[in-house]
């Protein structure tokens, strides 16, 4: 009896495991977190959950469901996309996807280095951009797709983000 019980908890135990690592940083404030870290980081304030951006987002994600596809929504706000396999890629993984092009991010001229990519942090820590919201789906071909949404949009050319 004794050896049920104990089977029983350990399987309990693992279900919920399971359950929470599969559902964990993906919350509203999840995005938050990782979103204000970086906008820390430069002395730029926190960003605010955004509902109708979330929405937004989260219906544009659904549209790539079957493709997966890193295609802007060409909406009237500031967006981030990005793509992985497996449950690596939750909200807070794609944020420091982003984040981590500050690698390749100059200050103090506003450019990027030569053939880097780092238009993603400079819309994360836009200083005008305070409002957010992102979505995240599981495609078919089992990657996901997450999509975060800015207001005000940034990445305005000449314009320094801080």
Known sequence: ?????????????LTLAMFHSSHAQNSPQDYLNAHNA?????????????ATLASYAQNYANQRKNDCNLIHSKGPYGENLAEGSGDFMTGTAAVNLWVDEKTWYDHATNTCAAGKVCGHYTQVVWRKSNQLGCGRVKCANGWYFVICSYFPPGNFIGQSPY
């Open 1 to 13: 009896m004794e050896s049920l019980k104990l089977q029983f908890a350990l399987i309990c135990f």
């Open 38 to 50: 970086a906008r820390a980081n430069v002395g730029v304030g926190n960003m605010a959950w955004n």
